[in-house]
């Protein structure tokens, strides 16, 4: 299978799930709408609080994705799943991670015309405010601050990811924003970044 | 999208129809979203006008595809770019030398064709990963190595035809020496197979490298002589063993025997392994270990050490050196890796220290005495790429940390060859650091070392960073030529280079008013007339935009 045929299939599965009923559940027992994409896995670097927080919540959030988490390198997840995935023509990831592991999940993806769609920066900024500047489609950017808002933001953020629409080619805008609720998650030198690849 | 230059928007329009008809219309991509991917993602030219750019993308399956393409491109005179997996990272990544190219992604095209265990060695297409490569030797349980770089995410073809280099012993890593026979699509479409390749139903392809008469296979590498679409490549036997012991020297002074020594045990084959040279007082550490330092950090230095290695000269200072055999940090230390039986690796060793016993407080560890082969959940324990093994950790290079709390955007990869001397390595130091001052340039701020990839010759690879700010990257692409000419003045030329400097190296190259600038161009304009493939690749350009560039 090609990719553009993956991609139109891909959609086309996501409506069909919804309409049977398939649902990503985003906390506290809140139901959300159905996911726009086959969300494959979410992605964590163990290393840091707040993405193994967000790593927790994303097994919950969807009950279709995994997660999976790294120690900073992405070598064994890509060799032996995300690359089998990626060449059957499927396979959008979420994560939190450090910036540089993204750059090597991306240029991983690259190969198979995937990309990241939705990506935000997360770093910390004076006290325990953290700065986050975010880039996304614009549907995204609402449901996003508000996660990012929240003093759970890593947990917040993995359910909206949940429901990114996959490559509806929209144009993306970027925002940056702050939010007091670093220090819960000892926001120190990495700058982590959660991320679509779709 | 970015038309090629002299292409109409009609000429193009039918191009892309032809080139649709040619690979199916799923595989060419025009919009501004899938060419995108094609940019360099260490573009040094970040947010630049002058980035260098593709107009659209093709990724045919077969070899017959791309002899399509190049038909077509010939008939619009439309400028290709091939790529393999576009990985080339600090050396120009996918983008094309020339903007508006149609880049040719040839990753699809990414069949092991054959690995033969009994001779030790594969036939690969141009999309075949090390990564692939190394799976695929895996699965079946061979018992042969890959020479991989580091990370291992690249084409085994296209590092080769960049002339790179690996981790593993001297005959395998350099992958343009360590290949054997070609298959390329030429610029006016026909297949050429080159070395025994010639010979229909060759029996010996891969076995015998140079065939008879001129042997033409250079000529792909750093070039835009053609399309390879098929190479293959000698494979080291699966050693039964692997040492690695270390040879740590007290005095600065010790260099230069040092380095004789060590081109001794090279030369006469008593140790193959990849040489690694560290400074362990001046703070430099072999290659091996850099990506443990980056996720874990640089061993503490005092305060007292620091101090004096602020004030040393040229990585020297009496004091320094003091300092060092006090508190029994070595000024050198050379790690050695050995591969193969463990009688013979072991009587390898016992050789090595007796040459190196000369030095005065000489002292020798082994670090690993290791059986193989080593299961694989093991060789995160180890630099892989030196057990033949691809990894993507070297992305831990650059990562924000405490110790690197504003990592680049990328990197430029400045890498001048010197002689294998210590004297050298001294003189080179001395050469780019002041420079580097002069241009404010941020390479050889502190005493550097170089690699030993190849055989007979150093290397310098130094990172010079892609910034955010349009106005220091324009500072360091201008600072970055004029150290490839104050190397050159040297007599020390880079081995290899990103599209936008590879001018200015070849420049360096002038020996007989640049008669091997004028010989490249007499074969470009005998190759590809029409000038088609890869213009100004290696600053080879066609007729048609010679005088444009010059």
Redesign the interface.
């Known amino acids: 299978m090609?990719?553009?045929?993956f991609c139109a299939s891909s959609v086309a599965a996501a409506v069909s799930a919804a309409a049977a009923g398939h649902a990503c559940v985003l906390a506290a027992g809140q139901v959300i709408a159905a996911p726009r994409m086959r969300l494959y896995k979410f992605i964590f670097d163990e290393r840091y609080a707040a993405a193994r927080a967000f790593g927790a919540a994303g097994e919950h959030a969807c009950s279709s994705a995994g997660a999976a988490a790294i120690h900073?390198?992405?070598?064994a997840l890509?060799?032996n799943e995300l690359?089998r995935e990626w060449l059957a023509g499927g396979g959008a990831i979420a994560g939190m991670t450090?910036?540089?592991?993204l750059?090597?999940l991306?240029?991983?993806a690259?190969?198979h015309?995937m990309?990241v769609t939705l990506r935000a920066e997360h770093a910390a900024a004076t006290g325990p405010v953290v700065a986050h500047r975010l880039t996304a489609p614009e549907a995204m950017v609402a449901p996003m601050r508000s996660a990012l808002a929240a003093a759970d933001w890593p947990a917040q953020t993995a359910g909206v990811l949940a429901t990114c629409p996959g490559?509806d080619?929209a144009p993306r805008s970027t925002s940056v924003f702050a939010s007091a609720a670093g220090r819960r998650w000892a926001m120190?030198?990495?700058?982590l970044v959660s991320f679509v690849i779709a | 999208m970015k038309l090629p230059a002299g292409v109409s928007s009609a000429d193009f329009a039918s191009a892309i129809a032809e080139f649709e008809r040619a690979v199916g219309k799923a595989w060419v991509f025009t919009s501004d979203e899938d060419v995108d991917l094609y940019r360099d993602a260490f573009s040094p030219f970040l947010h630049e006008p002058e980035e260098l750019v593709a107009s659209a993308a093709l990724a045919p399956a077969t070899t017959e595809e791309v002899q399509q393409i190049v038909r077509i491109a010939n008939r619009f005179s439309i400028p290709l770019y091939p790529i393999s997996t576009g990985k080339n990272l600090g050396y120009g990544g996918s983008a094309p030398a020339y903007s508006g190219s149609v880049v040719v992604d040839l990753k699809r095209m990414n069949r092991v064709i054959e690995v033969n265990e009994a001779n030790a060695f594969a036939l690969v297409e141009p999309g075949v990963s090390y990564f692939d490569l190394y799976r695929h030797i895996q699965e079946r349980k061979l018992k042969v190595w890959i020479d991989c770089p580091d990370p291992g995410w690249g084409s085994v073809i296209g590092n080769a035809l960049d002339r790179g280099g690996g981790y593993t012993t001297a005959s395998y890593r350099n992958h343009f020496d360590s290949h054997c026979g070609m298959e390329i699509v030429l610029p006016n479409g026909e297949l050429l197979r080159t070395g025994m390749g010639a010979i229909p139903n060759a029996k010996t392809w891969q076995q015998y490298k140079s065939g008879c008469g001129p042997w033409i296979d250079g000529i792909f590498s750093q070039s835009n002589f053609g399309i390879v679409t098929k190479m293959g490549f000698w494979l080291m036997p699966e050693p039964e063993a692997y040492l690695r012991g270390t040879v740590s020297l007290t005095r600065y002074g010790d260099l230069s025997a040092m380095v004789e020594t060590l081109n001794y045990l090279e030369n006469a084959r008593i140790t193959t392994g990849f040489p690694d040279i560290a400074s362990p007082l001046n703070g430099y550490p072999p290659i091996g270990q850099v990506q443990l330092w980056n996720e874990t950090g640089p061993p503490p230095m005092t305060e007292e050490h620091r101090k004096l290695l602020s004030s040393a000269k040229l990585g020297y200072s009496p004091e320094l050196e003091a300092y060092g055999l006090k508190s029994g940090i070595p000024y050198w230390q050379l790690w050695l890796s050995f591969h193969g039986p463990a009688e013979v690796i072991e009587a390898q060793w016992q050789a090595t220290q007796r040459h190196f016993a000369k030095f005065e407080h000489v002292k020798f560890s082994v670090v690993d005495r290791v059986k193989l082969p080593i299961d694989p959940s093991r060789a995160a324990s180890y630099h892989e790429p030196e057990l033949g093994v691809p990894s993507l950790r070297a992305f831990s290079i650059g990562a924000r940390s405490p110790w690197n709390p504003t990592p680049s955007k990328g990197h430029m990869w400045f890498s001048p060859i010197v002689p294998r001397t210590g004297e050298a390595i001294i003189e080179a130091n001395r050469v780019f650091s002041e420079a580097a001052r002069e241009l404010d340039m941020p390479l050889f701020r502190s005493f550097c070392m170089p690699a030993c990839f190849w055989e007979r010759s150093f290397i310098f690879i130094l990172a010079t960073p892609v910034a955010e700010d349009p106005a220091i990257n324009k500072r360091y692409r201008e600072g970055f030529k004029k150290l490839i000419a104050i190397g050159g003045q040297q007599g020390w030329g880079e081995y290899r280079t990103a599209p936008v400097f590879q001018k200015s190296v070849m420049d360096v190259y002038s020996f007989n008013d640049h008669v091997l600038q004028r010989f490249h161009e007499t074969l470009k304009d005998a190759i590809d007339p029409n000038g088609i493939l890869s213009p100004g690749r290696y600053a080879i350009w066609p007729r048609h935009l010679r005088e444009k560039q010059s």
Do not use: Y
């Open positions: 090609n990719r553009r045929k900073g390198d992405v070598t890509w060799s690359r450090t910036a540089r592991t750059f090597c991306e240029q991983l690259k190969d015309w990309r490559r080619g120190t030198h990495p700058t």
